[in-house]
């Protein structure tokens, strides 16, 4: 008989590949394992949806609805992990708030005024008093159903333009509608967030409102002189005195700490680091680097965005979340037929058509980024039971992600409602005003990269054969220039794949790359052919060896500084021979 020890495979495993692994996993930060497994999560999910043509939104919900379930939060660090994504979240928020006051235009504002301030103050005032009898009859706290009012009362901006443009009707007039409204709900969600201290009990202070308000008042208009000051004289400076290095690196960092200082001083003054950002970002909203920034804030927000809705997701109980099945269901039907409902009958108020009018409608049914904000909140000074929070965030977050499915059976909806004679209405013609609506609803244009010598007799050329152009520059004083002539341009830079979504490039019938930098023309040429590989694109090489280059990158011209200048050579030399 062998009288050696037997060893037990379990334990030879467990001692040769767990206990190393557990080790190593101990090694990883556990917020630096939630983000590879949420982020894991998030593209598969979302690649998922996309085969089924669903919204990637509802991805991101289900993401952080299955971390949270599956325990794998209480394994990577429990509470403080989900805090750290929270803070992180919370910047998503910032930069959601700097691109909104960003994407803001007084012009715009007031070319949009009748829709804005009466389509929107109806809006908000009828689904807020439908929301705060609702509460009424739930017989919540005063500050609760305030709270609870205006958080069902606002809708998602972001998910409702991104599906107009995916269904190729961003300026149609019911999409236009839509605007006008939100615009009204970002101007109200930024008054109520300056308030919203009141409203909410601070454990251990009972001092009275009246005090509290005048405190308010003085730290409000301390920052709004400070903002002030900082919009007129202190960013623009800084923003032009950087474009003069043009490094895109210091553009982008000065851009961000813009935002963030401005937030941090808002914050520190009481007032909330989202009325901080939504001002620096108001700051610059007039600003000839509007275009640009846009296209380098706009990755990033869309990365902390991402964390904020899986986020959400993981603050929802699916066990309570199945056992509330019913009210959630409930909800989300109210809360999307009731906003539905007022839209569309303000907008028929306003002369849309029905089909445009429902179009609007559907648009800005659902609940908002701000709605889960709110929320959020509120949850924390602990207004109302878990089991109404979990109610009221699943209710959100589903209508939101039901919000594009929707809008999309909305067109034969209408179809079939003008086939029955219903909407006999004019519709409000939204076209013309400011640079950024002719920018916005452009079509059959061509995009002509650079205003040099060579871009100005080009666009020149286009105009006098009556082709409409979109010229992208980043040179400050053209831009200035080409504005004041009321050019349609941007400033903004043709090698970000964010300034080809801008220029309308899917309408577009020419694109031409007057740079002489053939570096700069291949970049613009990859997003170029990535998007509109059928479109004809014009390039310029200053030297012979880089025509082959971005001809294999799908150039259908180029124009050669060099051959150019010969041909023009030799053929005077022939005349002045000749004379």
Not at 207 to 232: C, D, E, K, Q, W
Not at 353 to 380: D, K, P, Y
Not at 511 to 529: E, G, I, S
Request: proline content about 4%; glycine content about 10%.
């Amino acid at each position: 008989m062998d009288d050696r020890v037997r060893l037990d495979p379990t334990l030879i495993c467990h001692a040769a590949v767990i206990t190393p692994l557990l080790a190593a996993g101990n090694a990883i930060p556990p917020l630096f394992a939630l983000l590879a497994l949420m982020l894991a999560g998030v593209v598969l999910v979302s690649l998922l949806l996309l085969r089924l043509r669903q919204s990637m939104l509802a991805g991101y919900f289900i993401c952080g609805i299955v971390i949270a379930n599956s325990g794998v939060l209480e394994f990577l660090g429990g509470g403080e992990s989900h805090e750290r994504v929270s803070q992180m979240a919370e910047f998503g928020v910032v930069l959601l708030m700097f691109t909104l006051g960003l994407e803001f235009s007084l012009g715009e504002l007031r070319f949009l005024r009748r829709q804005a301030f009466v389509g929107g103050g109806w809006q908000m005032g009828l689904c807020m008093l439908s929301a705060g009898a609702a509460s009424t009859l739930m017989q919540l706290p005063w500050q609760a159903a305030v709270i609870l009012s205006v958080a069902l009362a606002m809708s998602s901006t972001a998910v409702s333009l991104k599906s107009f443009q995916d269904l190729g009707l961003e300026a149609s007039p019911g999409a236009r509608m839509a605007l006008a409204v939100a615009i009204f709900q970002d101007l109200f969600i930024i008054v109520f967030f300056l308030f919203m201290p009141l409203l909410l009990p601070q454990p251990g202070v009972e001092a009275a409102h009246l005090p509290r308000l005048g405190s308010l008042a003085l730290r409000g208009g301390a920052f709004v002189i400070l903002s002030g000051v900082a919009a007129r004289w202190i960013i623009p400076w800084v923003l032009n005195a950087v474009t003069q290095t043009r490094s895109r690196e210091l553009f982008t960092l000065t851009v961000i700490g813009s935002c963030v200082g401005l937030a941090f001083i808002g914050g520190l003054l009481g007032l909330g680091l989202a009325l901080g950002a939504f001002v620096a970002g108001l700051a610059v909203s007039e600003s000839i680097f509007k275009h640009r920034i846009l296209a380098d804030v706009m990755p990033l927000k869309d990365l902390f965005l991402t964390l904020f809705f899986v986020s959400v997701g993981l603050m929802i109980d699916l066990k309570s979340a199945m056992q509330l099945w019913l009210p959630i269901c409930a909800l989300t039907a109210a809360i999307m037929l009731v906003k539905a409902g007022v839209i569309t009958f303000i907008a028929r108020y306003l002369n849309l058509v029905h089909r445009q009018a429902l179009m609007a409608g559907i648009g800005l049914c659902s609940a908002g980024e701000f709605s889960l904000v709110l929320l959020q909140q509120a949850s924390t000074a602990r207004l109302w039971s878990n089991e109404t929070q979990q109610t009221l965030l699943v209710a959100s977050a589903f209508s939101m992600g039901l919000l594009p499915a929707l809008l999309k059976l909305g067109q034969p909806l209408g179809d079939w409602l003008v086939k029955r004679g219903w909407g006999r209405g004019k519709p409000v013609k939204f076209d013309g005003g400011t640079l950024r609506q002719r920018v916005a609803g452009m079509s059959g244009h061509a995009i002509i990269c650079g205003h040099g010598p060579v871009g100005e007799k080009l666009n020149n050329a286009l105009l006098d054969a009556g082709v409409q152009t979109l010229v992208v520059e980043l040179n400050a004083e053209t831009v200035r220039m080409l504005q004041r002539q009321g050019q349609p341009v941007l400033f903004a830079d043709a090698s970000h794949e964010e300034t080809w979504e801008l220029t309308r490039l899917k309408h577009a019938r020419l694109v031409a790359l007057t740079f002489p930098d053939a570096t700069v023309n291949a970049q613009a040429l990859a997003v170029v052919r990535e998007q509109r590989p059928d479109v004809p694109v014009l390039a310029r090489a200053r030297f012979s060896s880089d025509v082959e280059r971005l001809k294999r990158l799908g150039a259908t011209q180029v124009v050669n500084d060099e051959t150019e200048a010969a041909n023009s050579i030799v053929q005077l030399a022939r005349t002045l021979q000749g004379g």
